[in-house]
T-cell receptor, first 113, second 112 residues
Framework: GENVEQHPSTLSVQEGDSAVIKCTYS??????FPWYKQELGKGPQLIID?????GEKKDQRIAVTLNKTAKHFSLHITETQPEDSAVYFC????????????FGSGTQLTVLP | DVKVTQSSRYLVKRTGEKVFLECVQD?????MFWYRQDPGLGLRLIYF???????EKGDIPEGYSVSREKKERFSLILESASTNQTSMYLC???????????FGPGTRLTVL
């Protein structure tokens, strides 16, 4: 089955700097890669996703890149703000897979004012 | 907006008790999921359901069962709670496969 590894487990950045979180996956058939943000006391919420037919996707300060050859994908947050502090999860899914999504172990991002 | 609600935010039970965690979604989603979240382990899938009365085991089904009698409701059952089932339990739903999963706020279960 799919295995997703996520690094780093914790990340601290100064407000205004960029943050990068990386994930690798094992199943070359995986074709959907969402990123979730979990704020304290809440359930995870989708912030951006990418499908295997594109290499990069942007939404304001957030971008995701995908390298299918190397089987890794990354989340980039620019101009970080204190409200970006949260736990971020990557995930991977194979279309039609009964397993749906396999999640990484999470990254605790702290943006220091 | 999609709304996924869970019956309790916090729950404390004794070892050996039968525990019911309920989840309701209001968007007519086909798929519903139960995850367990533990520090450093991410979200691990316990069970999921792709239709009423249908269920599939996830990665860690041992010690759990589920019930889906109505499309909008998915219940997780701990037949005999144990201390190693102390955890955060998250319910989610999605329309298609694969598709955005919408999560509830979670139930923090403590088994004493």
């Amino acid at each position: 089955g799919e295995n997703v590894e996520q690094h780093p487990s914790t990340l601290s950045v100064q407000e205004g700097d960029s943050a990068v979180i990386k994930c690798t996956y094992s199943d070359s058939a995986s074709n959907y890669f969402p990123w979730y943000k979990q704020e304290l006391g809440k359930g995870p919420q989708l912030i951006i996703d990418i499908r295997s037919n594109v290499g990069e996707k942007k939404d304001q300060r957030i971008a995701v890149t995908l390298n299918k050859t190397a089987k890794h994908f990354s989340l980039h947050i620019t101009e970080t703000q204190p409200e970006d502090s949260a736990v971020y999860f990557c995930a991977a899914s194979t279309s039609g897979s009964a397993r749906q999504l396999t999640f990484g172990s999470g990254t605790q991002l702290t943006v220091l004012p | 907006d999609v709304k996924v609600t869970q019956s309790s935010r916090y729950l404390v039970k004794r070892t050996g008790e039968k525990v019911f965690l309920e989840c309701v979604q209001d968007m007519d989603h086909e798929n519903m999921f139960w995850y367990r979240q533990d520090p450093g382990l991410g979200l691990r899938l316990i069970y999921f359901s792709y239709d009423v009365k249908m269920k599939e085991k996830g990665d860690i089904p041992e010690g759990y069962s589920v019930s889906r009698e109505k499309k909008e409701r998915f219940s997780l059952i701990l037949e005999s709670a144990s201390t190693n089932q102390t955890s955060m339990y998250l319910c989610a739903s999605s329309l298609g496969s694969p598709d955005t999963q919408y999560f509830g706020p979670g139930t923090r279960l403590t088994v004493l």
